[in-house]
């Protein structure tokens, strides 16, 4: 076991495409393999103690994608969340898992009953508070700064009371800590337009793995890595 245990996880789960070519399956299937593997992971979270989640489902940049891959990923998101609603509902089982999901990102962008979905599953786990998931569905970093901005600018406050404390609650993942851990697997090294601002001064760790082959023995190394870590926030 470690001492010390993240509060805040920030999931890249990248790869999926390339695991499905490896494998010689068509891309949607490493698609669906990969957001079964993020419901395994974050159950996996929960259980060691992690409070928050934030895990990138689909970025803007993402709608530049061909039209029948945007099209299955919408589809793939609203059926996994409707699914999980309905077990929600009817499984005792599963209410215990104490889950809260949040979708985070252009909602509005979203096909109407992709939004209707997240409705739904906001209003039935939102108090939920074993582990709260943010979902970044066609979000962005810098699409998260410039909306702070631009709805500061909207309410009209003075520049001199704008501080780092009061813009942080103009950014889609207010009321929630800064991510502690990053984890991003499929062996690339970056950030990706990815919670810029929250991630200042978050640890950063990849692993080479596809994220579809990530395991729940990879996130407990993730997890040691953490702990050995010395966190000095520029101090």
Sequence with gaps: MTDKI???IVLFPDGNRRWAKQKGLHTLEGHKKGYENLLDFSRWCKNRGVKVLTAFGFSTENWNRTEEEVSYLMKLLETGLINNFEKYQNSEEYKKEGI???VIGQKERL???LQEAIERVEEAT???DKLF???AISYGGRWDI???VKNIIKEGIDPEKIDEKLFETYLSTAGVPVPDLIIRAGGEMRMSNFVLWQGAYSELYFCPKLWPDFTEQDLDAALV??????RRFGK
């Design 133 to 135: 998931l943010n979902l």
């Design 6 to 8: 993240p509060q805040h």
């Design 225 to 230: 890595e953490f702990d050995r870590r010395a």
């Design 111 to 113: 096909p109407k009953s």
């Design 126 to 128: 939102k108090n939920n």
């Design 100 to 102: 809260g999901v949040r």
């Design 146 to 148: 410039l909306n702070a």
